[in-house]
C-alpha cells in the first residue's frame, strides 16, 4: 500500500491538484457513465446489403475465408465442405452455445460433433460470434461456457458462424450490444476481436500465417437466423 | 530501474553496428516494408487525421485527470475479483511477480511481450531465483535463444536474419533431428509453434502486457498478431499484467480511437489479428481462463514527468512508427540506443526514466528532419521534446567542449564515412517521401522557411556519391 499511496501523491504533485476536487470528479464520472464515441470511419456506415458485402471484402482481405449461407440448415454441409477442402477429418468440436445445438449436424452422416472446450487435441472448432464489424472484417467473440475462449486459439481450423443481422457497421455498435447483454459497465472474462487466421511477421518482416493461433479461419453467416 | 543502461556509449554502440554486415542487411530489410505499408493503410483511412487530433487530445485528458482515472480503473478491477499491485519502482514490480509465482509454486511462467517486462529486467530477475520465463511471441523467442534484448518495439527481433534464426534453433533444439530442413521460414514458424505449444500448456502463471487499461470495466487489452498473448493468460493457472500506469483509457470507446491508429500505423493493417479485452479472472460456468487475474502498474519515474516539459511523451502507444521513419535508427538500428527504448521515443523516454547522466546521450541521436512527429499517431512533438533534452543537457554542462559547440554528432558521423553516407542518403529519401519530385510546400521545423516558399525536395543523390562516381573508384 505504501507505494500505492507515493505514486498518487507524487501524480498530484507534478499535475498540481488535490484529490478533492469536485470539478476533476465530475468530469471523469461523466465520461465514464456517457462513454462518448470517437470519431467513426464513414467506410462501415452502410445499409445492409452493401454492409454485408464490406464485411466479405474485409474478411478476405484479413485472409480468411467466407461463405454465406441462407440458413442455419445449411451449416453442417458448408462446414463438412471446408473440411474436405482441407482435407481433414470430419470432426469438429463447439460450446454449449443453444444455437450451435439447434443447428441439424445429423445431416452430414460422417460429422463427429464433440461438445466442451479445448485442450489442444482438436484440429478443428465451430464457435457462435457474438457479433461483427464489417470496418474491418472483425468477429467479436465472448468468453464463457457457451463458446469456450480455447476454441478460439488451440485447434488448426476456426469455424465461426455470424448472424448477418449482428454485423456492425462499427466496433462501438458492438460495445453497445454487449452493454445490453452483460450491464453497464460489465464485461465478459474476454472479449477476442479476430480479424483473420494467426500470423507472425518476425522472421525477416516476412508475413506468415499460422503462428500460434489458427492456421485458418473460416467465417459463415447465416442470413436467416 | 533494473534493466542495466549502455546508453552513453552510443556513439561506440554506433560505431559496432555499422561494422556488422548482418545488423545492416536486416536493417535494409525492413526499413522500406515498414514505411510502404503504412503509408498504404493510412491512405485509405480519410479520417486517419482527424483521428490523430482526437487522440492527441483524449491523452492528454487523461493524463490530465490520471490519478481519477487510475482509480476507477482499480475499483473495476476489484469489483470483477482481480487483484491491483502498484509498484514504484522497476525491483518493486519484480518482487510482486516473484512472489505470486513463489505462492502458485511455478517452476516457469510463460510470457506475452511486455516492454515494461524488459524495462524492470524482469526475466533476468526471475531466473536468478529459479523461475524459467519463457517468451512466446517469436520474435521474443528468438532474441531469447540469443540472450539479448528487443531492437524494435514491435518486432524485436528485427535485427536478425533467416539464417541467423536457423542457426539458433538448430543450437537450442538439440531434441530435433540435426538433419532436417529449415531452409524456409515456414519451417522455422512451424519449429517454433510446436516447441511453445507444450510449454503454453503446463506452465502455472502467463504474464502479458497491456496495451490499454480500461477505467469503465477494470479490462486489460492485448494487440497481438499470433495469439500467443491469448494462449498465455487463457491456459495458465494465474494471468499477471505488467503495465505502466499511463495506459489508462476512460472507456470502450476511448480505447476504439486508439485501436484505429495503432495498427494502421505500427504495421499498416487495420487492425492487428487478436484484440483481446480481458477482465478478471475464471466466471462460474466458465470452462477456461485463469483462475487468478493481477495486474502490476508500474510507476518507475513516470509521475514525476507529468506537469512537466516532457509530459507528452507519455502520450506514446508504442506503435514504433517514430523508429521506422528515422534515418539515424535505420543506420544504426534498436541496440545502439542501449536500453529497453529505441528510436526517437527512446531518445526521448530513456532520459526522463533512467536519468540524464545515464541517457543524455540519446537526444543528440537525430538528424531533426521531423519523419518521426510527421507520422506519431499521437502527435508527439519529439524533436522538440529532444531539443529540451538538449538544452537542458548544455544548461548542466554534461556534454563534452566539443559537443557544446554542437559539433560532436556531426563530428561523430564525419569522421566515420559510411555512416555520414547513410545517414545522408537516407534523410534525402525520407525528404523525397515527402514531396515526390517536386517541391515540398511543408517541411517538418522548417515552417520558418515553407511558410512563405517551397523548399526543393532533392533530387538524385548525394553530393558525396555524385562525386564518387565522377572520380571513379580511387
Ligand atoms: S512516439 Fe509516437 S510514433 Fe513513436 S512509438 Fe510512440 S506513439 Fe508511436
Same mark, same amino acid.
Given at each position: 500500500?505504501?507505494?500505492?499511496?507515493?505514486?498518487?501523491?507524487?501524480?498530484?504533485?507534478?499535475?498540481?491538484?488535490?484529490?478533492?476536487?469536485?470539478?476533476?470528479? @465530475?468530469?471523469?464520472?461523466?465520461?465514464? +457513465?456517457?462513454?462518448?464515441?470517437?470519431?467513426?470511419?464513414?467506410?462501415?456506415?452502410?445499409?445492409?446489403?452493401?454492409?454485408? @458485402?464490406?464485411?466479405? +471484402?474485409?474478411?478476405?482481405?484479413?485472409?480468411?475465408?467466407?461463405?454465406?449461407l441462407e440458413?442455419?440448415?445449411?451449416?453442417?454441409?458448408?462446414?463438412?465442405?471446408?473440411?474436405?477442402?482441407?482435407?481433414?477429418?470430419?470432426?469438429?468440436r463447439?460450446?454449449?452455445?443453444?444455437?450451435?445445438s439447434?443447428?441439424?449436424?445429423?445431416?452430414?452422416?460422417?460429422?463427429?460433433?464433440?461438445?466442451?472446450?479445448?485442450?489442444?487435441?482438436?484440429?478443428?472448432?465451430?464457435?457462435?460470434?457474438?457479433?461483427?464489424?464489417? @470496418?474491418?472484417?472483425?468477429?467479436?467473440?465472448?468468453?464463457?461456457?457457451d463458446?469456450?475462449?480455447?476454441?478460439?486459439?488451440?485447434?488448426?481450423?476456426?469455424?465461426?458462424?455470424?448472424? @448477418?443481422?449482428?454485423i456492425?457497421?462499427?466496433?462501438?455498435?458492438?460495445?453497445?450490444?454487449?452493454?445490453?447483454?452483460?450491464?453497464?459497465?460489465?464485461?465478459?472474462?474476454?472479449?477476442?476481436?479476430?480479424?483473420?487466421?494467426?500470423?507472425?511477421g518476425d522472421?525477416? +518482416?516476412?508475413?506468415?500465417?499460422?503462428?500460434?493461433?489458427?492456421?485458418?479461419?473460416?467465417?459463415?453467416?447465416?442470413?436467416?437466423? | 530501474m533494473?534493466?542495466p543502461?549502455?546508453?552513453?556509449?552510443?556513439?561506440?554502440?554506433?560505431?559496432?553496428?555499422?561494422?556488422?554486415?548482418?545488423?545492416?542487411?536486416?536493417?535494409?530489410?525492413?526499413?522500406?516494408?515498414?514505411?510502404?505499408?503504412?503509408?498504404?493503410?493510412?491512405?485509405?483511412?480519410?479520417?486517419y487525421? #482527424?483521428l490523430?487530433?482526437?487522440? $492527441?487530445?483524449?491523452?492528454?485528458? *487523461?493524463?490530465?485527470h490520471?490519478?481519477?482515472y487510475? %482509480?476507477? /480503473?482499480?475499483?473495476?478491477? *476489484?469489483?470483477?475479483?482481480?487483484h491491483?499491485?502498484?509498484a514504484?519502482?522497476?525491483?518493486? #514490480?519484480?518482487?510482486?511477480i516473484?512472489?505470486?509465482?513463489?505462492?502458485?509454486?511455478?517452476?516457469?511462467?510463460?510470457?506475452?511481450?511486455?516492454?515494461?517486462?524488459?524495462?524492470?529486467?524482469?526475466?533476468? /530477475?526471475?531466473?536468478a $531465483?529459479?523461475?524459467?520465463?519463457?517468451?512466446?511471441?517469436?520474435?521474443?523467442?528468438?532474441?531469447?535463444?540469443?540472450?539479448?534484448?528487443?531492437?524494435?518495439?514491435?518486432?524485436?527481433?528485427?535485427?536478425?536474419?533467416?539464417?541467423?534464426?536457423?542457426?539458433?534453433?538448430?543450437?537450442a533444439h538439440?531434441?530435433?533431428?540435426?538433419?532436417?530442413?529449415?531452409?524456409?521460414?515456414?519451417?522455422?514458424?512451424?519449429?517454433?509453434?510446436?516447441?511453445?505449444?507444450?510449454?503454453?500448456?503446463?506452465?502455472?502463471?502467463?504474464?502479458?502486457?497491456?496495451?490499454?487499461?480500461?477505467?469503465?470495466?477494470?479490462?486489460?487489452?492485448?494487440?497481438?498478431?499470433?495469439?500467443?498473448?491469448?494462449?498465455?493468460?487463457?491456459?495458465?493457472?494465474?494471468?499477471?499484467?505488467?503495465?505502466? *500506469?499511463?495506459?489508462?483509457?476512460?472507456?470502450?470507446?476511448?480505447?476504439?480511437?486508439?485501436?484505429?491508429?495503432?495498427?494502421?500505423?505500427?504495421?499498416?493493417?487495420?487492425?492487428?489479428? /487478436?484484440?483481446?479485452?480481458?477482465?478478471?479472472?475464471?466466471?462460474?460456468?466458465?470452462?477456461?481462463?485463469?483462475? %487468478?487475474?493481477?495486474?502490476?502498474?508500474?510507476?518507475?519515474?513516470?509521475?514525476?514527468?507529468?506537469?512537466?516539459?516532457?509530459?507528452?511523451?507519455? !502520450?506514446? *502507444?508504442?506503435?514504433?512508427a517514430?523508429?521506422?521513419?528515422?534515418?539515424?535508427?535505420?543506420?544504426?538500428?534498436?541496440?545502439?540506443?542501449?536500453?529497453? /527504448?529505441?528510436?526517437?521515443?527512446?531518445?526521448?523516454?530513456?532520459?526522463?526514466?533512467?536519468?540524464? %547522466?545515464?541517457?543524455?546521450?540519446?537526444?543528440?541521436?537525430?538528424?531533426?528532419?521531423?519523419?518521426?512527429?510527421?507520422?506519431?499517431?499521437?502527435?508527439?512533438?519529439?524533436?522538440?521534446?529532444?531539443?529540451?533534452?538538449r538544452?537542458?543537457?548544455f544548461?548542466?554542462?554534461?556534454?563534452p567542449?566539443?559537443? !557544446?559547440?554542437?559539433?560532436?554528432?556531426?563530428?561523430?558521423?564525419?569522421?566515420?564515412?559510411?555512416?555520414?553516407? $547513410?545517414?545522408?542518403?537516407?534523410?534525402?529519401?525520407?525528404?523525397?517521401?515527402?514531396?515526390?519530385?517536386?517541391?515540398?510546400?511543408?517541411?517538418?521545423?522548417?515552417?520558418?522557411?515553407?511558410?512563405?516558399?517551397?523548399?526543393?525536395?532533392?533530387?538524385?543523390?548525394?553530393?558525396?556519391?555524385?562525386?564518387?562516381?565522377?572520380?571513379?573508384?580511387?
Open positions: 500500500m505504501k507505494s500505492r499511496e507515493a505514486i498518487f501523491a507524487n501524480i498530484r504533485k507534478s499535475l498540481r491538484v488535490s484529490s478533492d476536487d469536485r470539478l476533476r470528479h @465530475e468530469t471523469v464520472t461523466a465520461r465514464i +457513465q456517457k462513454h462518448p464515441r470517437g470519431i467513426i470511419p464513414a467506410r462501415g456506415q452502410k445499409p445492409d446489403r452493401e454492409r454485408l @458485402e464490406l464485411f466479405r +471484402q474485409m474478411v478476405e482481405s484479413a485472409k480468411a475465408s467466407i461463405a454465406i440458413t442455419k440448415d445449411d451449416v453442417p454441409t458448408a462446414v463438412a465442405a471446408y473440411l474436405r477442402s482441407k482435407n481433414l477429418p470430419q470432426s469438429i463447439h460450446g454449449d452455445d443453444a444455437r450451435l439447434l443447428i441439424p449436424w445429423a445431416k452430414e452422416r460422417a460429422l463427429e460433433v464433440t461438445k466442451g472446450a479445448s485442450d489442444g487435441a482438436q484440429l478443428a472448432s465451430v464457435s457462435y460470434s457474438f457479433g461483427a464489424v464489417a @470496418e474491418s472484417g472483425t468477429l467479436v467473440m465472448v468468453s464463457g461456457a463458446n469456450p475462449t480455447t476454441l478460439n486459439f488451440l485447434p488448426d481450423h476456426h469455424l465461426v458462424v455470424v448472424d @448477418e443481422r449482428d456492425a457497421g462499427d466496433y462501438e455498435s458492438v460495445w453497445d450490444r454487449i452493454r445490453l447483454s452483460f450491464g453497464a459497465n460489465k464485461m465478459p472474462r474476454a472479449v477476442n476481436w479476430i480479424t483473420g487466421p494467426s500470423r507472425s522472421i525477416e +518482416q516476412t508475413h506468415l500465417l499460422g503462428a500460434h493461433g489458427p492456421r485458418s479461419l473460416h467465417v459463415l453467416v447465416v442470413r436467416n437466423s | 533494473t534493466q543502461v549502455n546508453s552513453p556509449q552510443f556513439k561506440e554502440n554506433a560505431r559496432k553496428a555499422l561494422d556488422d554486415a548482418y545488423l545492416q542487411k536486416a536493417l535494409a530489410r525492413s526499413e522500406k516494408g515498414f514505411i510502404e505499408r503504412r503509408k498504404a493503410a493510412v491512405e485509405k483511412l480519410p479520417e487525421d #482527424a490523430r487530433d482526437n487522440a $492527441r487530445d483524449l491523452k492528454d485528458h *487523461i493524463l490530465a490520471l490519478d481519477l487510475l %482509480e476507477a /480503473y482499480e475499483r473495476n478491477v *476489484i469489483a470483477t475479483g482481480g491491483v499491485h502498484w514504484a519502482t522497476a525491483e518493486e #514490480a519484480n518482487e510482486i516473484f512472489g505470486i509465482c513463489q505462492r502458485l509454486n511455478a517452476k516457469a511462467v510463460a510470457k506475452g511481450k511486455s516492454m515494461i517486462s524488459e524495462e524492470t529486467g524482469l526475466n533476468s /530477475y526471475l531466473e $531465483r529459479g523461475i524459467r520465463p519463457i517468451e512466446t511471441d517469436l520474435g521474443e523467442y528468438i532474441i531469447q535463444l540469443r540472450g539479448e534484448t528487443p531492437s524494435h518495439l514491435i518486432a524485436p527481433a528485427l535485427h536478425v536474419t533467416k539464417e541467423q534464426i536457423e542457426a539458433d534453433f538448430r543450437r538439440t531434441e530435433l533431428p540435426p538433419e532436417r530442413n529449415l531452409d524456409e521460414p515456414t519451417s522455422l514458424l512451424a519449429e517454433a509453434r510446436a516447441m511453445l505449444r507444450d510449454k503454453f500448456l503446463n506452465v502455472e502463471v502467463g504474464i502479458t502486457g497491456a496495451n490499454f487499461l480500461i477505467a469503465e470495466t477494470g479490462s486489460s487489452v492485448i494487440v497481438t498478431n499470433e495469439g500467443n498473448g491469448d494462449l498465455t493468460q487463457t491456459l495458465a493457472k494465474a494471468h499477471i499484467v505488467i503495465s505502466s *500506469i499511463e495506459k489508462v483509457v476512460p472507456t470502450r470507446e476511448d480505447a476504439v480511437t486508439f485501436l484505429r491508429l495503432l495498427a494502421r500505423t505500427a504495421s499498416g493493417t487495420d487492425l492487428s489479428v /487478436y484484440t483481446t479485452f480481458s477482465t478478471g479472472a475464471r466466471r462460474d460456468g466458465d470452462p477456461d481462463g485463469p483462475l %487468478e487475474y493481477h495486474v502490476v502498474l508500474l510507476d518507475n519515474g513516470r509521475s514525476n514527468m507529468l506537469g512537466g516539459k516532457f509530459q507528452e511523451m507519455l !502520450r506514446c *502507444i508504442r506503435c514504433g517514430c523508429m521506422n521513419h528515422c534515418p539515424v535508427f535505420h543506420a544504426v538500428g534498436g541496440h545502439a540506443y542501449g536500453w529497453v /527504448y529505441p528510436g526517437p521515443m527512446g531518445a526521448v523516454l530513456t532520459p526522463s526514466l533512467v536519468g540524464v %547522466e545515464q541517457g543524455g546521450q540519446l537526444p543528440n541521436a537525430s538528424t531533426f528532419c521531423g519523419r518521426c512527429e510527421e507520422v506519431c499517431p499521437v502527435r508527439i512533438p519529439l524533436p522538440k521534446l529532444m531539443r529540451n533534452w538544452e537542458r543537457e544548461e548542466r554542462h554534461l556534454q567542449a566539443f559537443a !557544446r559547440y554542437g559539433l560532436g554528432i556531426w563530428a561523430a558521423f564525419a569522421k566515420r564515412p559510411a555512416l555520414y553516407r $547513410r545517414a545522408t542518403s537516407l534523410a534525402m529519401k525520407f525528404l523525397r517521401l515527402f514531396g515526390g519530385k517536386g517541391r515540398l510546400r511543408a517541411l517538418p521545423l522548417a515552417s520558418g522557411w515553407t511558410r512563405h516558399r517551397d523548399f526543393p525536395s532533392p533530387q538524385g543523390e548525394t553530393f558525396q556519391s555524385l562525386w564518387k562516381k565522377r572520380s571513379g573508384p580511387r
